[in-house]
């Protein structure tokens, strides 16, 4: 009692046969806290012990708050789901966001060069700072355009996608041969076109992905711990300014996570 914790925010029903394999992600009843269940934006919350991660001391509770979902998702989806190798050339697509800022770090901690994109030069200058080799302003710049520049042609190894319907057809033309789009959103609408022609003659893989599993999380911890990965927090707002940070979120306009302090 009174042992400061990390809560994993996915809750799986811990005994069929994906939760069993350590795939709690792919369980039918899988969801998360604040999501199908009532927390997140309150002063307590109920879960299963289960969800109890070990607290890396070396960060505040704002900071610590800010991991677990961003970097297990971008975890998954870059390293189980993309098969992320050394050295390869990985399209971050919107830096900004919680997902795309964890997403160039687990990059750039295997190695891989990261091309990363953004709507603002200040959030590219961030972008920088957190590892980005180099950066895409995608208002006044074609992403695809410039990721063949970048790669001499060659397009990216792997499309780190969320973004949905206005970057789709960037993602899907930045891609190598062999090449892998990986998403876990469609922010800006789920309508999308794939080319078949282009799927199969280029041998692409789009591979869908959500959140992550309790070991991918326990993994993130212990890199953050270490100091390897770093918490990106734009702002700290109280819990009474809930809506505040909503509409804050709205705008588009922060790089990294808003969190809400009790
Ligand atoms: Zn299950």
């Known amino acids: 009692v009174g042992q400061k914790v990390v809560l994993a925010p996915g809750v799986s029903c811990g005994k069929c046969a994906a939760c069993l394999a350590g795939a709690d992600n792919r369980c039918r009843e899988f969801t998360n806290l604040g999501y199908m269940i009532d927390g997140g934006c309150a002063e307590y919350v109920r879960c299963p012990e289960v969800n109890c991660m070990p607290y890396p001391e070396n960060l505040s509770f704002e900071e610590a708050a800010a991991v677990p979902l961003v970097f297990q998702t971008a975890w998954h989806m870059l390293v189980t789901r993309a098969q992320l190798q050394p050295g390869e050339d990985v399209l971050v697509l919107g830096a900004g966001s919680g997902v795309g800022s964890a997403a ?45 520049r970048l790669t001499h042609n060659r397009g990216v190894d792997v499309v780190f996608e969320h973004v949905g319907t206005a970057t789709w057809d960037d993602s899907i033309a930045s891609l190598a041969v062999g090449g892998r789009l990986v998403t876990c959103g469609a922010t800006t609408g789920f309508d999308a076109k794939v080319d078949i022609r282009f799927l199969f003659s280029r041998q692409l893989s789009v591979l869908g992905s959500y959140m992550g599993t309790k070991e991918e999380l326990r993994i993130v911890l212990k890199l953050v711990a270490e100091g390897r990965l770093k918490p990106v927090v734009d702002r700290v707002l109280p819990l009474a300014s809930c809506a505040e940070a909503h509409a ?12 809400l302090s009790v």
């Open 104 to 148: 160039i770090q687990i990059a750039k901690f295997f190695g891989c060069r990261v091309i990363a994109t953004a709507g603002t030069d200040e959030k590219l200058a961030k972008a920088k700072q957190l590892g980005a080799d180099d950066v895409i302003q995608h208002r006044i710049m074609s992403i695809r355009k410039e990721v063949r």
């Open 248 to 259: 804050y979120l709205e705008l588009g306009k922060q790089f990294g996570k808003v969190v």
